[in-house]
């Protein structure tokens, strides 16, 4: 799997768009962007997902430079329950298992 | 609601007790996994499942003992645990085919007395 790199931790304005970036720049031709996060004494949430093309879905958009060394996860409005820790993470669509790293802590501020 | 739900939540046990940890999946998933999230470490896949079928186990302790009874319901049986089994227990279920997401349950937090 691809190492990503992704800041330790952000802050954001409630109501405001969070925009979280994600380096992969070994990433390979069939590993997949995926972005999970997990709040504070619940399990990993899925968010989104792709390969090339930009994403988006009802939680948030997946915007991935044409390179696909680097991406942004978006989410347009945030909110305070939007507060956690963020992974960012590169796997070949067939991968079973997932690893995460230390994550971005994200931080929505009243 | 993730669609995964993990009971019990919480758990206290002794070294020598037994205790099972239970998932089920309510998103017609194929695909079951158990993981185990330690603090400070990255997550650890343990077993997975594909329509009932164990097809990994990386290199688990025979204390830890899954079993599947279908592809909805998937359980770790515990025995004879030490301390450094304390940990985060989560399920996840995926539909199985290339390129799915997995989607978790909350966990069962586990502390061995």
Redesign the interface.
């Known amino acids: 799997d691809a190492k990503t790199t992704q800041p330790t931790s952000m802050d954001c304005a409630e109501g405001r768009a969070a925009n979280l970036p994600c380096n992969h720049s070994t990433i390979s031709g069939n590993e997949?962007v995926?972005w999970y996060r997990q709040i504070h004494?619940?399990?990993?949430?899925?968010i989104i997902?792709g390969l090339k093309n930009n994403e988006t879905n009802e939680m948030a958009s997946l915007i991935i430079t044409e390179d696909r060394k680097s991406s942004t996860l978006i989410l347009p409005h945030a909110t305070l329950r939007d507060t956690a820790v963020y992974y960012c993470i590169a796997i070949p669509?067939?991968a079973?298992?997932?690893?995460?790293?230390s994550g971005t802590q994200l931080t929505v501020l009243p | 609601e993730t669609g995964v739900t993990q009971t019990p939540r919480h758990l206290v046990m002794g070294m020598t007790n037994k205790k099972s940890l239970k998932c089920e999946q309510h998103l017609g998933h194929n695909a079951m996994y158990w993981y185990k999230q330690s603090a400070k470490k990255p997550l650890e896949l343990m077993f997975v499942y594909n329509f009932k079928e164990q097809t990994e186990n990386n290199s688990v302790p025979s204390r830890f003992s899954p079993e599947c009874p279908n592809s909805s319901h998937l359980f770790l049986h515990l025995h004879t645990l030490q301390p450094e089994d304390s940990a985060l227990y989560l399920c996840a279920s995926a539909e199985g085919s290339h390129n799915q997401p997995q989607h978790f349950g909350d966990g069962t937090r586990l502390s061995i007395l």
Not at chain 1, 41 to 46: E, L, T, V
Request: avoid cysteine; aromatic fraction near 24%.
């Open positions: 997949y995926y004494s619940q399990g990993p949430q899925y997902h669509g067939s079973r298992q997932l690893t995460f790293g």
